[in-house]
């Protein structure tokens, strides 16, 4: 048994024990939720008749006992009730990474993602993103952020080495931690209040702070008000022991004027502090499980730095902030209460006082929550590619080599990069898209700088997927990722395909027409000076076309490639593509092949060297009944 599969039976071990946790709960609960209607009903009725037969005050404190008692279980019940909750939040997680374990597409949670306008070199042909993608199968964030910015990693067009070389260290520390990242989610899921939410406060709660814009000094306010409330106190004591006349009605009424004044000043303190309490309340479990995770305990230096924003200062940490906010809230619920609300700001300058508060909270915020939400974003997008090297353990980590400037190969002599290593050299790669039970791995290497291979196989031989492992394998590289190969070495590119053309009715464009605008953005991007070289993969070069014009093209086409700053693959059907080999030193030949047994097609996806010896067309017209003799 191999490790992912004892992964699996691990997660459904989980599963079981939690559904088991999960059930033992449920009759408990039942039992609370009629405990709780028999408690009120019963004392309501032993109340009135306790009212009716004695006296009223009887009932009143039966009454007062019943829901006391009835408050009691309630505690309880929502004890329970949670736990349970609990326990299915925790139950879902471990589904879903079963589910992407088994590529059980309708088990993996959904994800909405804004993918980047224009014709973007790889995300369509590589099915980056959408509801089959690499973007579904990887995303464990549960902010619409985190998830959008573990997208943008994988869109990357211009890898940076320091970037992936920090996100790998990353992923090395995260892996193990398994509890740790479900953790993470499970607290994001209660946030968020549902099983998948997309959309937490904490984009809301920046621009509602963005949009209160910078308040009025409060202090020179609050001292005023505090001396005339003091003020009258004193000439209220002098006058109650006749030793001044009632002056304290003019300091009074002074105060009361300077409370309405400064009404605009303090702005609506019960709304605004509502508002910050709950919407910052709702990140809270998340931010004080990052705030208060022990990071000494493991050696996680990274996660300990990445983290820091959190812990590093307590005094305004997530836990601070919100007891603060929390104090602000309960006091401004005074103004709930009319008269008494007059009263106490005629004496002692509350409101004021709240205000100023509010608005040191506010500031606080608007200085600290941007950078624990993008810590946040940041932690969830890394815990996604942890989690896909958890789940599969047979993948590995690349190695990125570090960039070298490229010689000019305006030559046909081309150079390789890094002395005697391959610029690209992959062993057994697969594609994560691919189920296990299915999957065939192929070892792949590049050369030098200006090498074109050329693809020829049978239709259904494997061409345009081991494309898509080339592409799909460089893009999870340089986010950081873990690739499906036992071994992958490669310097850093960007990445081009041209392997999904289609036509657009509402454009004008036929299918030949947009391959050919893509090939030339293909050459315009080869062609961009001081750039990292180009990774091309380009599907069954110009097939919209016919066999004379479709050969001379793509011999052209090769040509202007060959000895620049760039690397690629080409498949075609056209065997008389391959010729080119002979003239041009920096092309070679690979091919996929097939076999007929027993009537039936058989393709073992394998890669091997040299054009392809065989065709497969009038094979498949000939046992689907076609006529095939000319």
């Not at 829901?67 to 471990?94: E, G, N």
């Not at 709660?205 to 814009?213: E, K, S, T, V």
């Not at 961009?528 to 110009?542: A, C, K, N, S, T």
Request: overall charge neutral; hydrophobic content about 45%.
């Amino acid at each position: 048994m191999n490790k992912k599969q004892e992964r699996i039976q691990l997660l459904e071990r989980q599963i079981e024990r939690l559904h088991r946790r999960a059930d033992v709960l449920v009759s408990p609960s039942n039992s609370y939720s009629w405990s709780r209607v028999a408690i009120f009903f019963v004392g309501l009725a032993v109340s009135i008749v306790l009212a009716a037969l004695l006296a009223w005050w009887a009932g009143l404190a039966c009454f007062a006992l019943t829901m006391v008692a009835f408050s009691i279980v309630a505690h309880f019940h929502r004890k329970l009730d949670r736990a349970i909750a609990s326990y299915t939040l925790w139950m879902h997680i471990k589904e879903a990474h079963v589910a992407r374990m088994r590529l059980d597409w309708e088990r993996i949670p959904s994800v909405e993602s804004e993918t980047p306008g224009g014709e973007h070199p790889f995300e369509f042909d590589l099915d980056i993103s959408g509801s089959h993608s690499v973007h579904r199968l990887l995303n464990t964030a549960i902010s619409r952020e985190g998830s959008q910015r573990l997208l943008s990693w994988l869109l990357q067009t211009v890898p940076d080495y320091e970037t992936i070389v920090r996100r790998q260290a990353l992923v090395r520390e995260l892996t193990p931690l398994t509890r740790f990242r479900d953790r993470l989610i499970l607290n994001s899921l209660q946030a968020a209040g549902r099983r998948s939410e997309q959309n937490l406060e904490g984009a809301r709660l920046l621009r509602w702070l963005d949009q209160r814009g910078p308040t009025a000094a409060l202090r020179p306010l609050m001292i005023v008000s505090a001396l005339l409330n003091i003020l009258t106190v004193v000439l209220l004591v002098l006058w109650a022991f006749s030793l001044v006349p009632s002056l304290w009605v003019y300091s009074l009424v002074a105060a009361v004027l300077l409370f309405f004044a400064t009404g605009n000043a303090r702005g609506d303190i019960f709304e605004d502090a509502t508002y910050l309490r709950y919407g910052f309340a709702s990140l809270s479990k998340v931010f004080s499980y990052l705030e208060h995770y022990p990071y000494k305990v493991a050696n996680i230096p990274h996660l300990k730095a990445l983290c820091a924003p959190f812990y590093e200062k307590p005094e305004s940490g997530p836990s601070a902030l919100l007891r603060g906010t929390a104090r602000i809230s309960s006091a401004a619920t005074l103004k709930s209460n009319g008269i008494l609300w007059l009263i106490v700001n005629a004496f002692v300058p509350w409101d004021l006082y709240c205000a100023s508060r509010l608005n040191f909270y506010k500031e606080q915020l608007s200085q600290r929550l941007p950078v624990w939400l993008d810590t946040w974003y940041e932690l969830e997008a890394t815990c996604s590619l942890a989690s896909f090297a958890y789940l599969n353990p047979e993948y590995t980590l690349p190695e990125v080599a570090t960039p070298v400037s490229s010689p000019s190969l305006a030559s046909e002599e081309s150079m390789p990069i890094g002395g005697d290593e391959k610029l690209f050299n992959g062993i057994e790669m697969g594609h994560p898209l691919i189920a296990a039970e299915k999957k065939v791995t192929n070892s792949f290497s590049m050369n030098k700088l200006g090498e074109v291979v050329i693809i020829t196989g049978s239709n259904m031989a494997g061409k345009s997927t081991f494309l898509r492992t080339l592409g799909v394998n460089l893009c999870l590289a340089y986010a950081g990722a873990p690739v499906n190969a036992e071994r992958l070495q490669t310097a850093l590119f960007r990445l081009f395909t041209c392997i999904r053309v289609t036509d657009s009715v509402t454009d004008g464009y036929s299918y030949f027409y947009a391959e050919v605008r893509r090939l030339h953005a293909l050459l315009n991007a080869q062609a961009e000076p001081g750039q990292l070289p180009l990774f091309f993969l380009v599907d069954e070069i110009f097939k919209g076309t016919n066999n004379r014009e479709r050969l001379i093209g793509s011999r052209s086409f090769v040509k202007a490639l060959v000895g620049h700053n760039c690397v690629g693959i080409i498949s075609t059907h056209d065997l008389e593509l391959v010729n080119l080999a002979e003239s041009v030193k920096q092309v070679s030949n690979k091919h996929f092949r097939e076999e007929v047994i027993e009537g039936q097609m058989a393709f073992d996806y394998i890669l091997r060297e040299g054009p392809c010896p065989t065709t497969n067309a009038l094979k498949i017209m000939a046992m689907e009944g076609l006529p095939t003799d000319g």
